[in-house]
């Protein structure tokens, strides 16, 4: 009887664990398309057997739980790759935007409207135009129209560019709050995963934290070093803590000289964040170095372009016979105090086109000479060690060059994020086949488990009725 | 092996990929260009400018050489009839000093000479397009005046030695202008002016003192000569000009080449890339298509 009773119980304590187990199928398959949910499989128990009379009897199965299929490492490495892929995929989109100023000239039909290139030379040709006819009006009105449209095309791809910083720096500013209610999140996820499974894998809890982490990453660079009772600590590439158990701190933001720096408790961690990765890596390495190159480089050459013009023309005579003199000088271009600054604010100021000063100090007005060094000067080293033309051109294909440099990166990366995406997923995601068999196996598990019982309840009616006309069936 | 229950979403990803590369292909294909951002030729990119820069200079140039080439003709043309007035004056000079001619002849022939000066001053004051060509480089005004106050008259210059040129993109030079001075006043002894104001005033009183009336048209013949040489200087620069004109247009041909393959879409190889990125297209998409159409997992299959 006691064995018999005992018996029943194991097949019911089997048909318990069969169900539990059915409902982890059906939870796996109603989840099988939620983001970052991971798959869980039930942990069967056996029960510690019985001794009875010498005998161990076993006790049956009990199921004792899910455990997530789940690679913390797979998962980690997936982050460390989607942060190098974020921020390599965001700075190529602010250099692309870059590059979209400074178009190649086809050159089928005339000069490209706004091409730097062609501004130059046809500046400098206006003075080789000169040279031949020098007290000619209609020459002199042209040199200081196409020195209008270069000043123009200069000032205008600068002040682009800066617009370009600004709209980076709101767009990262914007990345903060993100940032700074995911690692809130975390933090709390983190005590309640210590308290509720410090020893073991916390299920729909863990899912949660790893897809905050996913999402953080992508945003920012963060390093994960995992501590004790299944905690973890969150720290920027560069080793400032964001999270530590359940304390997370926020990043600020402040403006300093004219952008946007980013600081951690009271530390600024601007230029650290720009090598980090993540977006915000990706928009701070674009604001901070590669508009500030760019920047550079055009300031070189409008700083080199106005002060060597407006030396020349204040070395001359003009049509008036008048010589440029520091008190009164004859400036074609506005001239600049130093190069910083100087590609935005080029403008032109003469207006009379008389003050040209194509002759050479003290010569007739008819002289050309200086004129003729004029037009020379587009073939002196007169842009940071390098002639005007030829500084444009280096600086086209620098500009090029970067953006296919990180393009290849990019790719590399995105490939590499697509594989591990995939291993992951392999492992980790819900797959319909796998549930299915593991459905009809826990069917016919349950179906013999219910054999089993109405088999030993009919044992069971026979031992009550043992030698009697059946009253118990 | 387990298997990445969302591979489809790879193949989607692929299907981006070449729908993009097919836009990318049929804008070159439509706009004729290839290179349509820095980040596509980097190198190519800087060539095109320096490219451009060389074949605008070469056009300028060209347009230059223009201008300065009437300039240029004027001033030939100018010292060509100067030329001929003074083989005339010297051929009525000659006639005066073999002593056959009465003293009003000889006056007559000192007013046609004094005619041919003013004929001459007058080609010296030449002005192209309001400039005074030979002037050096004081062109605003008349370079050339005579004044008769003294006897013989003094005619003077008031323009300087300065000489033009104009830079070829090869950095040649060529030159524009010969200064009046130097053609019409030649250091003294070549002066055609000095040499002509002495014959009118040889021949003014009608009597001719035979052995300076002769050194006179002595000294008016070697001035006729030294203009003949300045005048070389002039047809040389035109030569130059004209050599220099046509060698810029074969460079800017050579160029223009040069910077239109650097620049255009090959038509033939894009059209081939196109096709090939339809196909690939298409066959993804069916691919696509058929693994989705299929009821593709366990639970369909199991009885119920």
């Known amino acids: 009887m006691g064995t018999i009773n005992s018996a029943l119980s194991v097949t019911t304590g089997a048909l318990d664990a069969d169900q539990e187990a059915l409902n982890v199928v059906a939870n796996n398959v109603a989840n099988a398309n939620t983001t970052g949910y991971t798959e869980e499989t039930p942990d069967?128990?056996?029960?510690?057997?019985?001794?009875?009379?010498?005998?161990?009897?076993?006790?049956?199965?009990?199921?004792?739980?899910?455990?997530?299929?789940?690679?913390?490492?797979?998962?980690?490495?997936?982050?460390?790759?989607?942060?190098?892929?974020?921020?390599?995929s965001t700075r190529l989109t602010a250099l692309n935007n870059m590059q979209a100023l400074f178009t190649p000239d086809s050159g089928s039909s005339g000069a490209t409207a706004g091409d730097i290139g062609s501004d130059i030379t046809s500046f400098f040709d206006s003075f080789s135009s000169l040279e031949s006819d020098p007290t000619n009006n209609a020459l002199r009105e042209q040199v200081l129209s196409s020195a209008s449209t270069l000043a123009g095309d200069i000032s205008g791809a600068a002040s682009s560019l800066n617009s370009q910083s600004a709209a980076l720096d709101q767009e990262a500013s914007g990345v903060v709050g993100q940032v700074n209610s995911l690692t809130s999140a975390i933090a709390q996820l983190n005590l309640e995963i210590q308290s509720t499974s410090p020893d073991g894998d916390a299920g729909t809890l863990e899912d949660q934290r790893q897809q905050d982490l996913s999402q953080l990453s992508q945003l920012i660079g963060i390093n994960q070093v995992t501590t004790e009772n299944n905690g973890l600590s969150i720290t920027t590439t560069s080793g400032q803590l964001l999270v530590s158990e359940g304390q997370s701190t926020q990043l600020t933001t402040g403006a300093v000289n004219g952008v946007m720096d980013f600081f951690l408790g009271g530390t600024d961690i601007t230029a650290d964040l720009a090598s980090g990765g993540g977006q915000l890596g990706g928009y701070l390495t674009a604001r901070d170095v590669d508009i500030p190159g760019a920047l550079s480089s055009l300031d070189q050459l409008a700083y080199g372009i106005s002060t060597s013009v407006n030396a020349q023309n204040n070395?001359?005579?003009?049509?008036?016979?008048v010589t440029g003199t520091p008190a009164n000088p004859l400036d074609i271009f506005n001239e600049p105090a130093q190069a910083a600054g100087s590609a935005a604010a080029m403008s032109v100021v003469m207006t009379n086109p008389n003050q040209i000063a194509a002759a050479s100090a003290g010569n007739g007005t008819g002289d050309n000479s200086n004129a003729v060094t004029m037009a020379n000067l587009a073939s002196r080293l007169i842009v940071n060690g390098q002639t005007p033309i030829n500084s444009y051109s280096n600086f086209v294909s620098t500009l090029g060059a970067t953006f296919t440099e990180v393009q290849t990166e990019n790719t590399a990366q995105t490939a590499s994020v697509t594989q591990l995406q995939t291993q992951n997923n392999a492992l980790s995601s819900v797959n319909l086949n796998d549930e299915a068999a593991a459905m009809s196996t826990l069917e016919n598990s349950y179906q013999a488990a219910s054999q089993v019982f109405t088999l030993l309840n009919s044992i069971m009616a026979s031992a009550l009725n043992l030698g009697e006309e059946t009253a118990v069936t | 092996m387990r298997v990445d229950p969302s591979y489809i979403t790879n193949l989607v990803g692929s299907l981006d990929g070449t729908q993009a590369s097919e836009q990318q292909l049929s804008a070159e294909l439509s706009s004729g260009v290839s290179i349509t951002?820095?980040?596509?030729?980097?190198?190519?990119?800087?060539?095109?400018?320096?490219?451009?820069?060389q074949i605008q200079q070469d056009d300028s140039f060209t347009q230059s050489s223009n201008l300065v080439t009437g300039q240029l003709q004027?001033?030939?043309?100018?010292?060509?009839?100067?030329?001929?007035?003074?083989?005339?004056?010297?051929s009525l000079a000659t006639s005066a000093n073999n002593g056959t001619l009465n003293a009003s002849d000889v006056q007559s022939i000192g007013n046609q000479i004094s005619g041919i000066l003013d004929e001459v001053q007058s080609l010296a004051n030449t002005s192209y397009q309001g400039q005074y060509i030979f002037a050096g480089g004081k062109t605003g005004a008349a370079p050339f005046s005579t004044s008769t106050a003294t006897s013989p008259a003094v005619t003077s210059?008031?323009?300087?030695?300065?000489?033009?040129?104009?830079?070829?993109?090869?950095?040649?030079?060529?030159?524009?202008?010969?200064?009046?001075?130097?053609?019409?006043?030649?250091?003294?002894?070549?002066?055609?002016?000095?040499?002509?104001?002495?014959?009118?005033?040889?021949?003014?009183?009608?009597?001719?003192?035979?052995?300076?009336?002769?050194?006179?048209?002595?000294?008016?013949?070697t001035a006729l000569n030294y203009v003949s040489q300045q005048r070389v200087t002039i047809d040389n620069s035109m030569t130059q000009l004209t050599a220099a004109s046509s060698a810029v247009t074969n460079e800017q041909t050579q160029l223009t080449t040069a910077q239109t393959d650097l620049m255009q879409a090959d038509l033939p190889t894009i059209s081939t890339q196109l096709s090939l990125a339809e196909t690939q297209q298409t066959a993804l998409e069916d691919v696509i298509a058929q693994l989705e159409s299929t009821s593709n997992n366990l639970f369909n299959k199991l009885q119920p």
């Not at chain 1, 076993?58 to 190098?84: A, I, P, W, Y």
């Not at chain 1, 070395?315 to 016979?321: H, Q, S, V």
């Not at chain 2, 104001?197 to 008016?220: E, F, H, I, K, P």
Request: proline letters at 3%; charged letters at 15%; a negative charge.
């Open chain 2, 37 to 53: 951002s820095l980040s596509q030729n980097p190198v190519g990119s800087g060539e095109n400018v320096l490219l451009l820069n």
């Open chain 1, 44 to 88: 069967w128990q056996e029960n510690a057997p019985i001794e009875v009379g010498g005998i161990s009897i076993g006790d049956g199965v009990t199921e004792t739980g899910t455990t997530s299929q789940r690679d913390r490492v797979l998962e980690e490495r997936l982050d460390q790759q989607q942060q190098l892929a974020s921020a390599s």
């Open chain 2, 157 to 221: 210059y008031n323009g300087d030695e300065n000489v033009n040129q104009l830079e070829l993109p090869n950095g040649q030079k060529i030159q524009l202008n010969v200064p009046g001075g130097q053609i019409f006043l030649g250091g003294g002894a070549n002066s055609v002016f000095g040499a002509l104001n002495a014959l009118v005033a040889d021949y003014s009183s009608g009597t001719v003192n035979t052995q300076q009336a002769a050194s006179d048209t002595a000294a008016l013949s």
């Open chain 1, 315 to 321: 070395a001359g005579t003009d049509l008036d016979g």
């Open chain 2, 74 to 90: 004027v001033a030939d043309s100018a010292l060509g009839s100067v030329v001929s007035e003074l083989t005339q004056a010297i």
